[in-house]
């Protein structure tokens, strides 16, 4: 079994900075790539930052230049740096891996996600 296990949310007040991490455990062979999405409260879930295997990294155009994508050198656990936070930013926070496992071949996962609240 493949499981995706998020930390880091919280309460922040705006202008301030919070540290998302992505944990990746169970029969994995290979991680292609990893994400981070955000579903705000009434609105879809939309695509924050992508990193793969390669390390090529791939943000959304209105997030460039307040949130970093990183990984360990494990490449199981993704890291979402977020700066001078906005309340706009406030959603859920989700986790999403394609890999492929030691049994079943390839599959997307998703972690539990992990809220972030953003005062003004």
């Known amino acids: 079994q493949v499981q995706l296990v998020e930390s880091g949310g919280g309460l922040v007040q705006a202008g301030g900075s919070l540290r998302l991490s992505c944990a990746a455990s169970?029969?994995?062979?290979?991680?292609?790539?990893m994400r981070w999405y955000r579903q705000a409260p009434g609105k879809e879930r939309e695509l924050v930052a992508a990193?793969?295997?390669?390390?090529?990294?791939n943000y959304a155009d209105s997030l460039k230049g307040r949130f970093t994508i990183s990984r360990d050198n494990a490449k199981t656990t993704v890291y979402l740096q977020m700066n001078s936070l906005k309340p706009e930013d406030t959603a859920v926070y989700y986790c999403?891996?394609?890999?492929?496992?030691?049994?079943?071949?390839?599959?997307?996962?998703w972690g539990q996600g992990t809220l972030v609240t953003v005062s003004s």
């Open positions: 999403n891996a394609d890999l492929r496992t030691m049994t079943t071949g390839y599959l997307a996962v």
């Open positions: 990193i793969t295997s390669g390390g090529i990294r």
């Open positions: 169970g029969s994995i062979y290979s991680i292609y790539v």
